[in-house]
């Protein structure tokens, strides 16, 4: 069997969507970096991979994904009781409201004092929102950085991202940035444990918290893998800047959908608008893991082992579970939040104890306020610049970043 790899980094995210559709949507037999492997996608298959006793991430992500993207032992790579042990730690710190609410009230605040500085300034929403983000996330988290390491910080998580996905530069860049990152905060993590612990009394910051944890050994995790977790909070909350420039694309490309927004103030509007945007633009283009198990998917066998991989940009423009899938409608939202095994940006599965992400409802909460003051603002987007976003390239982005030049304070 061939080996398809090449032919992923070459289309990027169409390569497992169109393979699937020339299979009639069933699974598709394919080989990965020289190891066999199973596509699925499709009503049922999200369910299906998010069963551990089918899918297990252990030793299934590739080790230049682990270099830039999640990092060495990660909770993405654990399974079973050290993953949900691991995972509840995330899940107290992302999943908690009024940690949600105040990471919320923070990139507001600081989002809404970038769009009215200088009116006549042009700016980059994606490099814009990268800073706020990163100024936000390391305040909230108590991380004691000087803003030009909080800038740093915002360009390296910006790089762990941009280059998990592709050879060459970009790659490298990724790499260097994640060996900077996970140096700087193994040291915030010692300065912790060097002083006393936090007041009984107060809920911990997530530097502390990260810290102060215990493993299922009942052991603290090592200075590395404790970076690499509080990372695992910086670097999601940093990535938003990419759905960020795409509900600018949004605003500009369906000015109907903006003036909704300006004329709606309540917050079901601007939600629903976040929750297209997260279905329509594409973001992860699948979910990898291995299989416990001999396996068998609509007749298809899967040995023990195999990579099995789950379609998630496909998923989310799937016909057979959303109508007119490549038309951009957030009505499609507007009855309430969806079923969670058909819109997958980030994946699928319980975001408590499964390997779905706990911080998903910070990111369609903090999308929903930068989406709502981007519209409420009045700005010119300028011309000449590309707008275009290539499906080649992974992850894809408008290539400009979205220049906008406000002309008033945000409203």
Not at 3 to 14: H, R
Not at 26 to 53: M, Q
Not at 248 to 277: I, K, M, N, S, Y
Request: glycine fraction near 10%; include cysteine; charged fraction near 25%.
């Amino acid at each position: 069997m061939t080996d398809s790899t090449l032919s992923l980094l070459a289309q990027g995210y169409s390569w497992l969507p169109e393979r699937r559709r020339r299979a009639g949507g069933g699974p598709v037999r394919t080989r990965l970096l020289g190891r066999p492997a199973v596509a699925l996608g499709g009503p049922g298959a999200v369910g299906f991979f998010y069963d551990e006793r089918h899918v297990r991430r252990h030793a299934a992500l590739p080790g230049p994904v682990l270099d830039t993207l999640f990092g060495r032992g990660a909770v993405h790579t654990l399974d079973g009781t050290p993953h949900r042990v691991r995972k509840g730690m995330f899940v107290r710190l992302l999943m908690d409201e009024a940690r949600v609410r105040d990471l919320v009230a923070r990139v507001d605040t600081l989002w809404a004092r970038e769009l009215a500085r200088t009116p006549g300034r042009p700016i980059a929403v994606f490099d814009t929102a990268g800073q706020v983000l990163a100024r936000a996330v390391c305040g909230w988290a108590g991380l004691p950085l000087s803003q030009r390491a909080v800038r740093r910080t915002a360009r390296d998580c910006v790089a762990m991202v941009d280059g998990f996905a592709t050879p060459g530069p970009r790659h490298w860049r990724a790499r260097r940035a994640r060996r900077r990152q996970e140096r700087q905060f193994a040291r915030l993590v010692r300065d912790v444990r060097a002083g006393p612990p936090a007041d009984g009394q107060a809920k911990p910051t997530v530097l502390e918290a990260v810290a102060r944890h215990r493993d299922v050994e009942g052991r603290p995790l090592d200075p590395h893998t404790a970076a690499v977790e509080l990372l695992n909070v910086v670097r999601p909350t940093v990535a938003i800047a990419w759905f960020a420039a795409f509900a600018a694309h949004a605003l500009h490309a369906w000015p109907a959908e903006a003036a909704r927004l300006r004329a709606d103030t309540g917050t079901d509007r601007a939600r629903a608008f976040a929750q297209e945007v997260r279905r329509y633009y594409p973001f992860a283009p699948f979910a990898a893991g291995r299989a416990a198990a001999d396996l068998e998917w609509q007749g298809e066998h899967i040995p023990e082992g195999t990579l099995v991989l789950l379609d998630l940009y496909g998923q989310d423009h799937d016909p057979r579970t959303w109508h007119d899938p490549e038309r951009f409608d957030p009505e499609r939202f507007a009855g309430g939040p969806p079923d969670p095994d058909t819109l997958v940006p980030q994946g699928g599965g319980d975001p408590t104890t499964g390997h779905r992400c706990p911080g998903e409802d910070i990111t369609l909460a903090v999308l929903t306020v930068l989406a709502a003051r981007l519209a409420a603002q009045e700005y010119a987007v300028p011309d000449h610049q590309d707008l275009s976003i290539p499906l080649r390239r992974v992850p894809t982005r408008p290539r400009s970043g979205v220049v906008i030049t406000p002309v008033t304070p945000a409203g």
